[in-house]
Nanobody, 122 residues
Framework: QVEVVESGGGLAQPGGSLSLSCSAS????????MGWYRQSPGRERELVAE?????????KYSDSVRGRFTISLDYAKYSVTLQMNSLKPEDTAVYYC??????????????WGQGTQVTVSS
């Protein structure tokens, strides 16, 4: 069993900042990727930022957040943070953390957090 726990989020004004944190615990062999996704009402879950060990630092950001959001990763501690600056009302969504682990016997598996609400409003 793997548990992914997110923290942070809440309410921010347009132009403000928030930080999200996420960590995983449990039966993890080797984390190979971590990232953040978000979902707003009536829309599909979308990528915010994601990293993979195989990308050698070439973290992916969605066009809508590039330059405003920064992801920080600690593969050894199975933790990832998302610093969100210059927030816009359209950033309002439930944000989900995803952590991928590899297992020699069964291959890879993705684990998701429960989601944390981010609301940007004046």
């Amino acid at each position: 069993q793997v548990e992914v726990v997110e923290s942070g989020g809440g309410l921010a004004q347009p132009g403000g900042s928030l930080s999200l944190s996420c960590s995983a615990s449990g039966t993890i062999f080797k984390v190979f990727g971590m990232g953040w996704y978000r979902q707003s009402p009536g829309r599909e879950r979308e990528l915010v930022a994601e990293d993979n060990i195989a990308w050698h630092g070439a973290t992916k950001y969605s066009d809508s957040v590039r330059g405003r959001f920064t992801i920080s990763l600690d593969y050894a501690k199975y933790s990832v943070t998302l610093q969100m600056n210059s927030l816009k009302p359209e950033d309002t969504a439930v944000y989900y953390c995803k952590i991928g682990s590899y297992y020699p016997a069964t291959g890879s598996a993705d684990y998701w957090g429960q989601g944390t609400q981010v609301t940007v409003s004046s």
